[in-house]
């Protein structure tokens, strides 16, 4: 069972990513902010983490900045999560970092796929 932190300032999107891992066979971790993001991250062992974007208190561009630093941490891949459709946005979010994109609303179909490039092999 992979361990998962879920990072989204929206409880509904939070509550919809986490069901929808847990029902996969995950175990999920949730935070609503990039702080406390940072600070789960710090104290739990995960193998992966799926990161809103735009978030308050501590966007998720600034927590991947903080959590990729980190030499403890900065193995843990991370999926940026937006619902931002601007052209060229996800070569700049992969550049700037990011291990991996996800459009919002999330497509069910191909979600399982891409976290499962992610995780270990169980």
Known sequence: MSR?????????NLQLVCITLELAGHE????????????????????LILMDL???????????????ANELTR??????????????ERELLLASGFD?????PIDVNSFAGTIAEFLPRQ
Do not use: F
């Open 4 to 12: 998962i932190l879920v990072v989204d300032d929206n409880a509904m």
């Open 75 to 88: 193995h843990i891949p991370i999926i940026v999560l937006t619902a931002s459709a601007m052209k060229g």
């Open 100 to 104: 991996g994109y996800i459009d919002k």
């Open 28 to 47: 999920t971790l949730s935070a609503s902010d990039g702080r406390n993001a940072i600070e789960i991250v710090e104290s739990e062992p995960l193998d």
């Open 54 to 68: 735009r978030m308050p208190v501590m966007d998720g561009k600034h927590a991947m900045e903080h959590i990729k």
